[in-house]
């Protein structure tokens, strides 16, 4: 408890002293609340709107969860497939590039008119987005298995089966998080930039990225502020789940889990 | 040296070799007609300058690398097809991070696939009993030291029951002491099960404190230079290090192994 305080501390005077800076800063420079609210304001919007930034958080977490898990189980598939031969990977590795390298923005709005503005296609943003960090970690993690284990498998006439469950899934475990991690913070921001585009169709209840554009728009910022906050929220409880999930699959043997400290 | 067979019947050799050669791909000749003949029970060590292709010879053994010509029999049988009396040993410990010590044991087991989770729990706890490490069954590999691991290794190829026994520098990265104590205790482990050893060193003390026979190899291309037998009884003891037979023969393998490391000398005869 000691340490968690002496861990949280700093953090904590950090953000003590912008919300001060920022409070004073607003009253001194008598910055108009439609430009910058002081933090009092969002506070107070965050309580009375609550209903509405619930509604908006559980729309927004179903969509890039919903992507996010999707991404998961394709990503894993097409990684095993990947690991399977050189040959597949050398053909197609530079067409799942394609994923990173073109712009979601750009991508959103085709997937949008392609498959209608819905919830669905909102969480096929994310997916979209998700998928290339899990398919490159989890391979990277597939086919670097050490040689000597393939060999003592080997020498046991190990089916392809059980040296994929036994050896290069669990080996992979550890670079699959790695892009669990990844992916979980993007999820939200897929998520968020898909509604940004949906919200042309005016769904009649939107997620934080249709919200957000409706605040935008009536310059409610106070409101806006409280979006932000909720959707970077949002990421980092999906960041935390994963983090604690990682923990308890990989403590017992792995370094990267093993160290308690994050320096 | 070792028990013999029935006095009256000489048995056939448990592992031939014939003329084993195997080629890279890009013409280099690594092994160049190996011809060995090796009785049940045997420990046989392979010694000499790196490069000579003995851990491809036991590679050929195991059948994780293809001959390119010649034959090998374990037991009448091909490599790959000797596989479920053979284990192997590699120069790591090479245990599953992720699982236990005692589930590391089980391994080749498991992947024989003919065994009851108990049966293989009660193989493994015996196996560990008999190296030392009751103690540490349910922890991770990366908790113990150096020589624990390669304890928990040794035990995970003896829970089979291998007839056959490849081990490539098992304990080259271990400190002397350590390599000491874990060579007496491969004897004592021999002692229950004679195991036929095939022993990649680079140890010339290591080999003769081992071995029934050692076999030296010279480079470029791999070939047999002289075969030296090891006369002492077993079982041996750590003092076996200070007799001075044990000495003169560790001084006679380590020039033989010298005059293959250097071209111009005649190999020594054994």
Same mark, same amino acid.
């Given at each position: 408890? #000691? #340490?968690?305080?002496?861990?949280?501390?700093?953090?904590?005077?950090?953000?003590?002293?912008? =919300?001060?800076?920022? *409070?004073?800063?607003?009253? $001194?420079?008598?910055?108009?609340?439609?430009?910058?609210?002081?933090?009092?304001?969002?506070?107070? %919007?965050?309580?009375?709107?609550?209903?509405?930034?619930?509604?908006?958080?559980?729309?927004?977490?179903?969509?890039?969860?919903? !992507?996010?898990?999707?991404?998961?189980?394709?990503?894993?598939?097409?990684?095993?497939?990947?690991?399977?031969?050189?040959?597949?990977?050398?053909?197609?590795?530079?067409?799942?590039?394609?994923?990173?390298?073109?712009?979601?923005?750009?991508?959103?709005?085709?997937?949008?008119?392609?498959?209608?503005?819905?919830?669905?296609?909102?969480?096929?943003?994310?997916?979209?987005?998700?998928?290339?960090?899990?398919i490159a970690n989890t391979t990277?993690?597939?086919?670097?298995?050490?040689?000597?284990?393939?060999?003592?498998?080997?020498?046991?006439?190990?089916?392809? $089966?059980?040296? =994929? %469950? #036994?050896?290069?899934?669990? *080996?992979?475990?550890?670079?699959?998080?790695? !892009?669990?991690?990844? +992916?979980?913070?993007?999820?939200?921001?897929?998520? %968020?930039?898909?509604?940004?585009?949906?919200?042309s169709n005016a769904v009649g209840?939107?997620?934080? !990225?249709?919200?957000?554009?409706?605040?935008?728009?009536?310059?409610?910022?106070?409101?806006?502020?409280?979006?932000?906050?909720?959707?970077?929220?949002?990421?980092?409880?999906?960041?935390?789940?994963?983090?604690?999930?990682?923990?308890?699959?990989? *403590?017992? $043997? *792995?370094? +990267?889990?093993?160290?308690?400290?994050?320096? | 040296?070792?028990?013999?067979?029935p006095a009256d019947r000489p048995?056939?050799? @448990?592992?031939?070799?014939?003329?084993?050669?195997?080629?890279?791909?890009?013409?280099?000749?690594?092994?160049?007609?190996?011809?060995?003949?090796?009785?049940?029970?045997?420990?046989?060590?392979?010694?000499?300058?790196?490069? &000579?292709?003995?851990?491809? /010879?036991?590679?050929?053994?195991?059948?994780?690398?293809?001959?390119?010509?010649?034959?090998?029999?374990?037991?009448?049988?091909?490599?790959?097809?000797?596989?479920?009396?053979?284990?192997?040993?590699?120069?790591?410990?090479?245990?599953?991070?992720?699982?236990?010590?005692?589930?590391?044991?089980?391994?080749?087991?498991?992947?024989?696939?003919?065994?009851?989770?108990?049966?293989?729990?009660?193989?493994?706890?015996?196996?560990?009993?008999?190296?030392?490490?009751?103690?540490?069954?349910? /922890? @991770?590999?990366?908790?113990?030291?150096?020589?624990?691991?390669?304890?928990?290794?040794?035990?995970?190829?003896?829970?089979?029951?291998?007839?056959?026994?490849?081990?490539?520098?098992?304990?080259?990265?271990?400190?002397?002491?350590?390599?000491? /104590?874990?060579?007496?205790?491969?004897?004592?482990?021999?002692?229950?099960?004679?195991?036929?050893?095939?022993?990649?060193?680079?140890?010339?003390?290591?080999?003769?404190? /081992?071995?029934?026979?050692?076999?030296?190899?010279?480079?470029?291309?791999?070939?047999?230079? &002289?075969?030296?037998?090891?006369?002492?009884?077993?079982?041996?003891?750590?003092?076996?290090?200070?007799?001075?037979? @044990?000495?003169?023969?560790?001084?006679?393998?380590?020039?033989?192994?010298?005059?293959?490391?250097?071209?111009?000398?005649?190999?020594?005869?054994?």
């Amino acid at each position: 408890m #000691k #340490k968690l305080l002496a861990q949280a501390g700093w953090p904590l005077a950090v953000l003590a002293a912008v =919300l001060t800076a920022w *409070h004073l800063g607003c009253r $001194w420079f008598a910055i108009p609340a439609y430009v910058l609210p002081p933090p009092g304001a969002v506070a107070r %919007v965050v309580i009375e709107r609550h209903d509405n930034l619930l509604g908006a958080f559980r729309i927004t977490a179903l969509e890039a969860g919903g !992507g996010y898990l999707l991404s998961i189980v394709a990503g894993v598939l097409i990684a095993m497939f990947f690991a399977r031969s050189p040959l597949v990977r050398r053909s197609l590795y530079p067409y799942t590039i394609l994923l990173q390298t073109v712009p979601i923005v750009a991508i959103a709005p085709l997937i949008l008119m392609w498959f209608g503005s819905g919830l669905r296609s909102v969480m096929l943003v994310a997916f979209v987005i998700c998928l290339f960090p899990i398919i490159a970690n989890t391979t990277q993690g597939l086919i670097s298995v050490p040689r000597n284990l393939i060999d003592l498998f080997a020498m046991s006439n190990a089916s392809r $089966w059980s040296q =994929l %469950v #036994k050896l290069r899934l669990p *080996h992979a475990l550890p670079s699959l998080f790695v !892009g669990l991690r990844i +992916s979980a913070g993007i999820s939200v921001i897929g998520a %968020v930039t898909g509604e940004l585009f949906a919200s042309s169709n005016a769904v009649g209840e939107g997620g934080l !990225g249709y919200s957000i554009t409706y605040a935008n728009s009536q310059l409610q910022t106070d409101y806006l502020f409280a979006l932000v906050l909720t959707a970077s929220l949002l990421g980092f409880l999906f960041f935390f789940t994963v983090s604690a999930l990682e923990w308890l699959c990989l *403590h017992h $043997w *792995h370094e +990267s889990a093993m160290r308690t400290d994050a320096d | 040296m070792n028990p013999a067979g029935p006095a009256d019947r000489p048995q056939p050799p @448990y592992i031939v070799v014939d003329g084993a050669t195997k080629r890279w791909s890009n013409g280099v000749t690594v092994l160049d007609g190996i011809g060995l003949q090796v009785g049940r029970g045997e420990f046989l060590s392979l010694i000499g300058p790196s490069g &000579c292709g003995k851990s491809t /010879l036991l590679r050929l053994l195991a059948g994780l690398s293809p001959l390119s010509s010649g034959t090998v029999r374990l037991d009448g049988m091909a490599p790959e097809a000797a596989r479920e009396i053979m284990s192997f040993i590699f120069q790591d410990a090479t245990l599953l991070p992720w699982r236990t010590v005692r589930s590391n044991v089980e391994l080749g087991l498991e992947l024989a696939g003919n065994t009851t989770a108990g049966q293989r729990r009660e193989a493994a706890e015996a196996m560990l009993r008999l190296v030392g490490l009751s103690d540490v069954a349910g /922890l @991770y590999p990366r908790q113990l030291s150096g020589g624990m691991r390669m304890r928990v290794s040794i035990a995970r190829a003896l829970a089979t029951r291998p007839g056959i026994l490849l081990m490539d520098e098992p304990f080259g990265a271990l400190d002397e002491m350590t390599r000491d /104590l874990l060579n007496e205790e491969l004897l004592r482990l021999r002692e229950n099960d004679r195991f036929t050893t095939f022993f990649v060193t680079h140890s010339v003390a290591e080999a003769v404190f /081992l071995s029934t026979r050692i076999v030296v190899l010279r480079a470029k291309p791999g070939r047999i230079a &002289c075969e030296i037998p090891v006369p002492f009884g077993f079982p041996r003891r750590a003092e076996l290090r200070s007799a001075p037979e @044990y000495l003169r023969l560790v001084g006679e393998v380590g020039a033989a192994l010298r005059s293959v490391q250097q071209p111009s000398t005649t190999p020594h005869a054994p």
